[in-house]
């Protein structure tokens, strides 16, 4: 734009200086002879004079709209030109008069005013509105993206949370298998989805489900792996805490103690003085499960200062799944006190469960609970003390009798086989086989593995204490029964309960006379 002005001023000049030249003190009324081509206008020329400037800025004017400049690039421009025309006005105060050069001065500024309004008007406000629509239109599908992008991250956050909520049990398994048949469907579904999609695109989430759904199958060594490659890829330290945790779990399971115990050491390392509730449950689950496996190893002194550590540390939270860890500890400590003949220690940790947790609403707190009191009554047997075991045995069936939960139903069926059993040594028989066909009662068409496993037991006890009593076609039914019932099933729990009722059937049978 400069170098256009600036050629207009150049080839101007050159058109004044032969005039100049000719005429340095001539009167203005003197006509000078030069080139037509070149001739200078006189006065009464002027008007014409101006309207061939005008048609030079019309050139110039067009060429600035060729220009994609903004709109204070204009303003400069009509800065060049109202200097080109002050020179252009001085030139011609030789030969007119000021006044006149002022008013052409002014009109001609004017006019490049309008041509500006109307070229910002005409070209530039509707190319700014065009730009503007165009960001509008692009940001407008930018925010549609990222609203389908967070409604797929809730739908991520809410399965991964699914999946930490529903099968927290698997990092604190407590000698019992984790999960239940509700459970399993959801972990199926999620594990075959997950399946479909390429194991490169895998997320933290998705090893979890596969981790998952190994571990309920059984496949212990692919459940470690998966867990392991979900802590290698966990953004968070709740997530890479909580697969930690499972692939202990999973390695304790495969009977690789020494690896499980690092694992979880370093739970407890890396988040022991962490202030989140996930993670002090993290670490208070590895530490249970670092006791678990230190008993597998017979290191029942150990075990027990992991337990204690666990109520050392959270004996005082609030928070349930915190007070739940302390119960299961407890409940362990004692149970390693009785592998221990400490059966008067025990007894009285089973009474601090009681004391603490035996008033609590929550089902897990009520489960260990029951558990307690039925271990309990197991020490007070131990102790030739049954008549106190029994009165705990029917304190659990007068608590959780009536309960709908499958794992307080457990417990009621097992504190009342273990009742059956005191009464045995009581040698009250009768009531004894009172006590076992209460089990098959309340139980015996559900359809639960667990209480199917305790209706078997119960009718297997029956069996035995039938046979004592020389009441052998009785026993014998109730063997029948037993295989009747359970032939089929899958459970190897159940299986070895057939396999039982058929060994005392034909014991039975053999001692029969002939």
Same mark, same amino acid.
């Given at each position: 734009?400069?170098?256009?002005?600036?050629?207009?001023?150049?080839?101007?000049?050159?058109?004044?200086?032969? &005039?100049?030249?000719?005429?340095?003190?001539?009167?203005?009324?003197?006509?000078?002879?030069?080139?037509?081509?070149?001739?200078?206008?006189?006065?009464?020329?002027?008007?014409?004079?101006?309207?061939?400037?005008?048609?030079?800025?019309?050139?110039?004017?067009?060429?600035?709209?060729?220009?994609? +400049?903004?709109?204070?690039?204009?303003?400069?421009?009509?800065?060049?030109?109202?200097?080109?025309?002050?020179?252009?006005?001085?030139?011609?105060?030789?030969? *007119?008069?000021?006044?006149?050069? !002022?008013?052409?001065? @002014?009109?001609?500024?004017?006019?490049?005013?309008?041509?500006?309004?109307?070229?910002?008007?005409?070209?530039?406000r509707p190319a700014v509105d065009k730009a503007l629509k165009d960001i509008q239109v692009v940001a407008d599908k930018r925010l549609e993206d990222l609203r389908k992008a967070h409604e797929v991250t809730q739908e991520l956050n809410a399965r991964h949370k699914g999946l930490i909520e529903g099968y927290s049990p698997i990092i604190s398994r407590d000698n019992d298998k984790p999960g239940t048949?509700?459970?399993?469907?959801?972990?199926?579904?999620?594990?075959?989805?997950?399946?479909?999609?390429?194991?490169?695109?895998?997320?933290?989430?998705?090893?979890?489900?596969?981790?998952?759904?190994?571990?309920?199958? !059984?496949?212990?060594?692919?459940?470690?792996?998966?867990?392991?490659?979900?802590?290698?890829?966990?953004?968070?330290?709740?997530?890479?805490?909580? =697969? $930690?945790?499972?692939?202990?779990?999973?390695?304790? $399971?495969?009977?690789?103690?020494?690896?499980?115990?690092?694992?979880?050491?370093?739970?407890?390392?890396?988040?022991?003085?962490?202030?989140?509730?996930?993670?002090?449950?993290?670490?208070?689950?590895? $530490?249970?499960?670092? !006791?678990?496996?230190?008993?597998?190893?017979?290191?029942?002194?150990?075990?027990?200062?992991?337990?204690?550590?666990?109520?050392?540390?959270?004996?005082?939270?609030?928070?349930?799944?915190?007070?739940?860890?302390?119960?299961?500890?407890?409940?362990?400590?004692?149970? #390693?006190?009785?592998?221990?003949?400490?059966?008067?220690?025990?007894?009285?940790?089973?009474? +601090?469960?009681?004391?603490?947790?035996?008033?609590?609403?929550?089902?897990?707190?009520?489960?260990?609970?029951?558990? =307690?009191?039925?271990?309990?009554?197991?020490?007070?047997?131990?102790? #030739?003390?049954?008549?106190?075991?029994?009165?705990?045995?029917?304190? &659990?069936?007068?608590?959780?009798?009536?309960?709908?939960?499958?794992?307080?139903?457990?417990?009621?069926?097992?504190?009342?086989?273990?009742k059956g059993i005191a009464l045995s040594e009581l040698q009250h028989f009768e009531k004894e086989i009172a006590v076992y066909e209460e089990v098959v009662k309340r139980y015996g068409e559900a359809p639960e593995a667990a209480l199917r496993v305790q209706v078997a037991s119960a009718l297997i006890n029956k069996g035995v204490v039938l046979s004592q009593l020389q009441r052998n076609k009785e026993?014998?039914?109730?063997? @029948?029964?037993? &295989?009747?019932?359970?032939?089929?099933?899958?459970?190897?729990?159940?299986?070895?309960?057939?396999?039982?009722?058929?060994?005392?059937?034909?014991?039975?049978? *053999?001692?029969?006379?002939?």
């Amino acid at each position: 734009m400069k170098k256009i002005v600036t050629a207009f001023l150049c080839a101007l000049l050159l058109l004044a200086l032969p &005039v100049m030249a000719a005429q340095p003190d001539a009167p203005p009324s003197v006509a000078i002879a030069v080139p037509a081509a070149h001739a200078l206008p006189v006065t009464a020329e002027v008007a014409t004079d101006l309207k061939l400037q005008q048609q030079k800025l019309e050139f110039f004017k067009e060429r600035l709209q060729m220009q994609d +400049e903004r709109i204070g690039d204009l303003g400069l421009m009509i800065g060049f030109f109202g200097a080109l025309i002050t020179i252009t006005v001085v030139f011609f105060s030789i030969r *007119s008069k000021s006044e006149a050069v !002022g008013a052409a001065r @002014d009109e001609a500024q004017e006019e490049i005013k309008k041509r500006a309004k109307e070229y910002i008007e005409a070209d530039l406000r509707p190319a700014v509105d065009k730009a503007l629509k165009d960001i509008q239109v692009v940001a407008d599908k930018r925010l549609e993206d990222l609203r389908k992008a967070h409604e797929v991250t809730q739908e991520l956050n809410a399965r991964h949370k699914g999946l930490i909520e529903g099968y927290s049990p698997i990092i604190s398994r407590d000698n019992d298998k984790p999960g239940t048949p509700e459970q399993k469907p959801g972990a199926e579904e999620t594990a075959k989805k997950t399946q479909s999609v390429l194991s490169k695109e895998y997320h933290f989430s998705d090893q979890l489900a596969l981790g998952i759904q190994a571990y309920e199958q !059984g496949k212990y060594e692919r459940a470690a792996e998966h867990f392991d490659k979900a802590a290698s890829i966990a953004e968070s330290l709740m997530d890479r805490a909580l =697969a $930690l945790a499972n692939k202990g779990g999973a390695l304790g $399971l495969l009977q690789r103690n020494e690896e499980a115990i690092v694992i979880f050491d370093e739970v407890v390392k890396d988040y022991g003085e962490a202030s989140e509730v996930t993670l002090r449950v993290h670490v208070a689950s590895a $530490l249970i499960n670092k !006791g678990v496996v230190l008993s597998q190893l017979q290191w029942s002194e150990k075990a027990i200062a992991v337990y204690d550590e666990v109520v050392k540390r959270y004996g005082e939270a609030p928070e349930e799944a915190l007070r739940v860890a302390v119960a299961k500890a407890l409940v362990n400590k004692g149970v #390693q006190l009785g592998q221990l003949q400490q059966n008067e220690k025990a007894i009285t940790v089973y009474d +601090e469960v009681v004391k603490r947790y035996g008033e609590a609403p929550e089902e897990a707190l009520r489960v260990a609970v029951g558990k =307690a009191l039925v271990n309990q009554g197991v020490q007070l047997g131990q102790l #030739q003390q049954n008549e106190k075991a029994i009165t705990v045995y029917d304190e &659990v069936v007068k608590r959780y009798g009536e309960a709908p939960e499958v794992a307080l139903r457990v417990r009621v069926a097992s504190a009342l086989i273990n009742k059956g059993i005191a009464l045995s040594e009581l040698q009250h028989f009768e009531k004894e086989i009172a006590v076992y066909e209460e089990v098959v009662k309340r139980y015996g068409e559900a359809p639960e593995a667990a209480l199917r496993v305790q209706v078997a037991s119960a009718l297997i006890n029956k069996g035995v204490v039938l046979s004592q009593l020389q009441r052998n076609k009785e026993a014998i039914a109730v063997c @029948d029964e037993v &295989v009747k019932r359970y032939s089929n099933a899958p459970e190897s729990a159940l299986r070895e309960a057939v396999a039982t009722a058929r060994t005392l059937k034909k014991r039975i049978q *053999s001692e029969q006379p002939s």
